[in-house]
């Protein structure tokens, strides 16, 4: 499986982005997938992420009412819609789907796309 961000960009304060994770490769293998995102000098921390049906998601307290976590299983691609962003959302956001092949789990990441937001 191999994952590829795309949709960052710089935004001002208050603006919306939509990012895109596309996946290739044994997609069928795909579990749960999140999206992280990492600040200059900080860890890498969970944003949001959905189960595999898409029925079930999760955020961090600091997102919640402002993204939205979705996965077009069809199209093999998964989404973040991000909206009301702040200066404090800057960061490299990752994509991860955990593979799971029989008895093997794995956790695929993506190379990232930068998030830019100017107050």
């Known amino acids: 499986v191999q994952l590829v961000e795309s949709g960052g960009g710089l935004v001002q304060a208050g603006g919306s982005l939509r990012l895109s994770c596309a996946a290739s490769g044994s997609t069928s293998s795909i579990n749960v997938m999140a999206w992280y995102r990492q600040a200059p000098g900080k860890q890498r921390e969970l944003v949001a992420a959905i189960t595999s049906g898409g029925g079930s998601t999760s955020y961090d307290y600091s997102v919640k009412g402002r993204f939205t976590i979705s996965r077009d299983n069809a199209k093999n691609t998964m989404f973040l819609q991000m909206n009301s962003l702040k200066p404090e959302d800057t960061a490299m956001y990752y994509c991860?789907?955990?593979?799971?092949?029989?008895?093997?789990?794995?956790?695929?990441w993506g190379q990232g796309t930068l998030v830019t937001v100017s107050s």
């Open positions: 991860k789907a955990v593979v799971a092949i029989t008895t093997l789990v794995l956790e695929v």
